[in-house]
């Protein structure tokens, strides 16, 4: 069991697709599984959350099992980040099919950026590891844009690893807002708008097809 924190406590500037342990509580899950990359996954009832780890940080907490998680991950699985007692996974990155197609819809608004596949295929390789049905937020040019997870294949938590990214999206109804949608000022936040669904993005990335025993199944790793 682990103490889980929101990175807001740690009062440091760290990534916000990544989740953080003091660096003796580092050495010993590292040191634990050989692997390019590890993965937590936090679980709360039965609801739970695949973030990669970063690098180790400074921080005050005496606890041993103390893990930092950026606030808007723990939201998705309804713990507050306030040293709540959670059972934590670790998993290698090599328990996970690589993505050969992901399908997001975003949340916010539709809109025009140029760069919007180099940008995404970026973000989406740091956030790392998808799950269908999960709400993300992925930084564009300084904005906090929110996405759910449409579709994934092969299977319904995928690794991304930074192929080429191809996006479509419909014609935008409203220009992309230049604040923060956590910041955005009360004036624009409370103009009255009529929604409009957008088609959902796809984002295809080709693989060779392979084997995956949890391919169209829930998550159930085995890793033992």
């Known amino acids: 069991m682990y103490s889980v924190w ?44 695949i973030c990669a780890l970063g690098p180790p940080v400074l921080t005050e907490t ?7 998680i950026p606030q ?10 306030d040293g709540e007692e959670l059972e934590v996974e670790w998993l290698p990155a090599e328990v996970f099919d690589e993505s050969t197609k992901i399908v997001l819809k975003s ?4 809109f025009h950026c140029e760069e919007i596949q180099d940008i995404l295929s970026y973000e989406l390789t740091k956030l790392a590891v998808l799950k269908k049905g999960d709400t993300i937020k992925v930084k564009i040019k300084d904005v906090s844009v929110e996405f759910l997870v449409q579709n994934l294949e092969p299977a319904s938590v995928v690794l991304c690893q930074g192929d080429e990214v191809t996006l479509e999206f419909e014609e935008h109804s409203r220009p992309l807002t230049p604040y923060p ?5 009360e004036f624009l936040s409370s103009v009255d ?32």
Request: hydrophobic share 35%; net charge negative.
């Open 6 to 49: 929101s990175t807001l406590y740690l009062g440091q500037d760290v990534e916000d697709y990544n989740c953080y342990l003091s660096e003796k509580s580092w050495k010993r899950v590292t040191n634990e599984i050989i692997t390019n990359r590890m993965f937590a996954r936090v679980i709360k009832g039965d609801k739970f959350w």
């Open 62 to 68: 005496s606890s041993m099992n103390s893990i930092f």
């Open 72 to 81: 808007w991950m723990l939201e998705q699985i309804h713990c507050n980040g």
């Open 107 to 110: 949340q916010n608004t539709t």
């Open 181 to 185: 949608f956590e910041e955005m000022p």
């Open 193 to 224: 708008e009529t929604p409009v669904e957008p088609s959902a993005p796809e984002v295809v990335v080709p693989a060779k097809e392979r084997f995956n025993p949890w391919r169209n199944k829930d998550f159930k790793p085995n890793v033992s």
